[in-house]
């Protein structure tokens, strides 16, 4: 998705002045245009992540835009104080960009991994997080947090492919109809359910995609179908706590009356002491391949 991401910001260069473009020495082969688009406007302020959001809060503060790109455990984790202190508390128009979510940096290891991102940066005041899941998700993401007078974070992964059209990014969208249980998921690990080879398990899930958060309430129609179906499972490349499962939990603990089966398929971090590619690290934690076909199979026949 950087590519994507690039594309957006050099469209949104014209129209916006204000706009500042700050990298913390990532972005080879993927910002370059940005680079030479922005000219003056693109910093690179070096590996220093802390000053670097503490800088951007600084122009943001004086009425500049500024994009903050790196890694997504650099970009959050590293200066996470200083997006909560310098950005959040005074609710400044930063927007942090984080490349390779989850697993998305396989074998560099979970030091370059973040599996609780969404956790951490959708507890802050003022903030939202928006996941894309397929490609043309994240020019409609970065229009939507350029409009946004609040902070924002992207996170930003390796898109899912659809062979079918769904609607355009936002909150809640239904990506395909099922016949017996809602999964529900973020990001583009929901395209591995749809990459499942056995076409009677896919036409038994109704799945949904949730693009943006904090998500205070369930859709009407999600809320309808549950009424039928009432087995829901949630799907993220993400610990549980404070990510998906433990959100969609309790929407349903509060909206639904009647009994719902509930099961959560999240990143569990590294069973196996082990690491290996973005898949590796996926089928391991039963996001994907045969591990994932036979939970979600079991699930629906129970």
Same mark, same amino acid.
């Given at each position: 998705?950087?590519?994507?991401?690039?594309?957006?910001?050099?469209?949104?260069?014209?129209?916006?002045?204000?706009?500042?473009?700050?990298?913390?020495?990532?972005?080879?082969?993927?910002?370059? *245009? &940005?680079? /030479?688009?922005?000219?003056?406007?693109? +910093?690179?302020? =070096?590996?220093?992540?802390? $000053?670097?959001?503490?800088?951007?809060?600084?122009?943001?503060?004086?009425?500049?835009?500024?994009?903050?790109?790196?890694?997504?455990?650099?970009?959050?984790?590293?200066?996470?104080?200083?997006?909560?202190?310098?950005?959040?508390?005074?609710?400044?128009?930063?927007?942090?960009?984080?490349?390779?979510?989850?697993?998305?940096?396989?074998?560099?290891?979970?030091?370059?991994?973040?599996?609780?991102?969404?956790?951490?940066?959708?507890?802050?005041?003022?903030?939202?997080?928006?996941?894309?899941?397929?490609?043309?998700?994240?020019?409609?993401?970065?229009?939507?947090?350029?409009?946004?007078?609040?902070?924002?974070?992207?996170?930003?992964?390796?898109?899912?492919?659809?062979?079918?059209?769904?609607?355009?990014?936002?909150?809640?969208? *239904? &990506?395909? /109809?099922?016949?017996?249980?809602?999964? +529900?998921?973020? =990001?583009?690990?929901?395209? $591995?359910?749809?990459?499942?080879?056995?076409?009677?398990?896919?036409?038994?899930?109704?799945?949904?995609?949730?693009?943006?958060?904090?998500?205070?309430?369930?859709?009407?129609?999600?809320?309808?179908?549950?009424?039928?179906?009432?087995?829901?499972?949630?799907?993220?490349?993400?610990?549980?706590?404070?990510?998906?499962?433990?959100?969609?939990?309790?929407?349903?603990?509060?909206?639904?009356?009647?009994?719902?089966?509930?099961?959560?398929?999240?990143?569990?971090?590294?069973?196996?002491?082990?690491?290996?590619?973005?898949?590796?690290?996926?089928?391991?934690?039963?996001?994907?391949?045969?591990?994932?076909?036979?939970?979600?199979?079991?699930?629906?026949?129970?």
């Amino acid at each position: 998705m950087r590519k994507e991401f690039a594309r957006a910001m050099v469209g949104l260069h014209k129209d916006h002045p204000e706009y500042i473009f700050l990298t913390g020495d990532l972005g080879y082969m993927a910002l370059e *245009k &940005v680079r /030479d688009i922005y000219q003056k406007k693109f +910093i690179n302020v =070096g590996v220093a992540e802390q $000053n670097m959001v503490s800088f951007a809060a600084g122009l943001a503060y004086e009425g500049f835009v500024p994009w903050v790109y790196s890694i997504a455990p650099f970009a959050i984790l590293r200066p996470y104080e200083q997006i909560r202190n310098d950005v959040c508390l005074h609710n400044l128009p930063v927007k942090i960009v984080g490349n390779g979510g989850g697993y998305g940096y396989g074998i560099m290891g979970a030091t370059h991994h973040t599996l609780e991102d969404i956790a951490v940066m959708r507890v802050l005041p003022n903030m939202k997080v928006y996941v894309p899941f397929i490609a043309s998700d994240v020019e409609e993401a970065v229009r939507m947090m350029a409009d946004d007078p609040s902070p924002n974070y992207l996170r930003l992964n390796l898109a899912a492919k659809l062979n079918h059209t769904i609607e355009s990014f936002q909150q809640w969208r *239904k &990506v395909k /109809d099922g016949k017996r249980v809602i999964i +529900i998921g973020t =990001g583009p690990v929901i395209g $591995n359910i749809l990459d499942i080879p056995d076409q009677s398990i896919i036409d038994d899930c109704e799945i949904w995609c949730v693009g943006i958060f904090p998500i205070h309430e369930l859709p009407l129609e999600l809320v309808s179908s549950l009424a039928g179906k009432r087995m829901v499972l949630t799907i993220e490349e993400h610990y549980g706590q404070c990510g998906l499962n433990e959100t969609i939990s309790r929407l349903l603990l509060s909206t639904i009356s009647h009994p719902v089966m509930f099961k959560s398929l999240h990143a569990k971090g590294y069973p196996s002491g082990k690491v290996g590619s973005q898949k590796w690290h996926q089928e391991e934690n039963d996001l994907a391949g045969e591990s994932l076909r036979r939970i979600i199979k079991e699930y629906v026949h129970n």
